[in-house]
């Protein structure tokens, strides 16, 4: 059974950072795009980051480019999120999520990707 399992989100003051983690079981990424989405209250979910299998194409929202930066460590079948000088607006549940194209391109779209984790809230204060 494939899981994706989130951690590092929590409470912060805007202009602090977070590193999320998604670390994956039962089937290993090594060669599959992975992704991070978020959903804020009352919002869709909406794209956040994606990488290629080959961890050196990096995706962002037009949002959150130039404070979050995503990465991935092949070894431990993990993606993380770095997120630098959060702002309140970034306040949402975040997703990773799995694709299961092999060596596909990282997409930008919910609908399109095949494993999802059960979400971790973050939190920004004014």
């Known amino acids: 059974q494939v899981q994706l399992v989130e951690s590092g989100g929590g409470l912060v003051q805007a202009g602090g950072s977070l590193r999320l983690s998604c670390a994956a079981s039962?089937?290993?990424?090594?060669?599959?795009?992975m992704g991070w989405f978020r959903r804020a209250p009352g919002k869709e979910r909406e794209f956040v980051a994606a990488?290629?299998?080959?961890?050196?194409?990096?995706y962002y929202a037009d949002s959150v480019k130039g404070r979050f930066t995503i990465s991935r460590d092949y070894a431990a079948n993990t993606v993380y999120l770095q997120m630098n000088s959060l702002k309140p607006e970034d306040t949402a549940v975040y997703y990773c999520?799995?694709?299961?194209?092999?060596?596909?391109?990282?997409?930008?779209?919910?609908?399109?990707?095949?494993?999802w984790g059960q979400g971790t809230q973050v939190t920004v204060s004014s």
């Open positions: 990488i290629s299998w080959t961890g050196k194409t990096p």
């Open positions: 039962g089937r290993t990424f090594l060669r599959y795009p």
């Open positions: 999520a799995g694709d299961n194209r092999y060596m596909g391109v990282p997409r930008t779209v919910a609908s399109e990707y095949d494993y």
